[in-house]
């Protein structure tokens, strides 16, 4: 393993024993510094953002990991490549390792909410699975029926927040809570009752 490897399994670590929003909740937060829409961070706006979530990386770290994710010789790196790799095992695959029996059940609740059938969740494919008028900000005028699923929506979407999200970008979201749930079993039986499977 080399240096760059070994920060990412550091990075990796601290993130998950956050539970299972931890690398998530670095993509938005990282999401958020990217003020100018680069979809990239310099060095230093890498060790500055970790430092600000209580991830420590020392200079030479997080010069490490920008070089092995700059894509382009700009001197940043790609945002969305470092995510997803921080999300993976060095030779894994694009997400943390499930059983097919996780995976099972995650591509069942996709199946349920993409009523289309075209592999694409949209706010017209939750209209026909959820309603959000009970929604205590819908009751009160702050928000449309349409704002309360596209905000739910948000949550699976990964990438650029385009009100679609597909089976992939489900699967990573649940690839988070899934390092958190101990047994095939308790994943499953939440999965079954969230999604009322």
Known sequence: MDAVDATMEKLRAQCLSRGASGIQGLARFFRRMDRDRSRSLDAGELQRGLAELGLVLDTAEAQGVCRRWDRDGSGTLDLEEFLRALRVRPGARPRPPMSQVREAVIT??????????????????????????????????????????????????SSEKDGQVTLAEFQDYYSGVSASVDTDEEFVAMMTSAWRL
């Open 108 to 157: 069942a609740a996709f199946a349920k909410l993409d009523r289309s059938g075209d592999g694409v969740v949209t706010v017209d494919d939750l209209r026909g699975v959820y309603s959000g008028r009970a929604h205590p900000r819908v009751r009160s005028g702050e928000w449309t029926e349409e704002e309360v699923l596209r905000r739910f929506l948000d949550n699976f979407d």
